[in-house]
């Protein structure tokens, strides 16, 4: 997911992200997994989501960002 979301250069949508690793976008818990793989990324800080369901590769160095305003 990392690198389709760099190749893009933009946010992509949750279900075209799903579409393009493989997996059936028609089976509503296939995207429902991908959205939360993609939010645990969120959380590390390697990607961004905005608008909801869009998510693109988050800026250099705000994973490091993240982590401080968390008190790590």
């Given amino acids: ?7 893009a250069g933009r946010a992509v949508k949750v279900q075209d992200i ?3 690793i493989g997996e059936d976008v ?3 818990r296939r995207v429902e997994t991908t959205r939360s ?3 645990a990324l969120v959380r590390e800080g390697r990607v961004v989501e905005g608008p909801t369901a869009w998510f693109a590769i988050a800026p250099a160095g705000a994973g490091a960002q993240q982590r401080e305003d968390a008190g790590e």
């Fill in 1 to 7: 997911m990392l690198v389709l979301l760099a190749g």
């Fill in 18 to 20: 799903t579409a393009a």
């Fill in 26 to 28: 028609s089976q509503g």
């Fill in 37 to 39: 793989r993609l939010k």
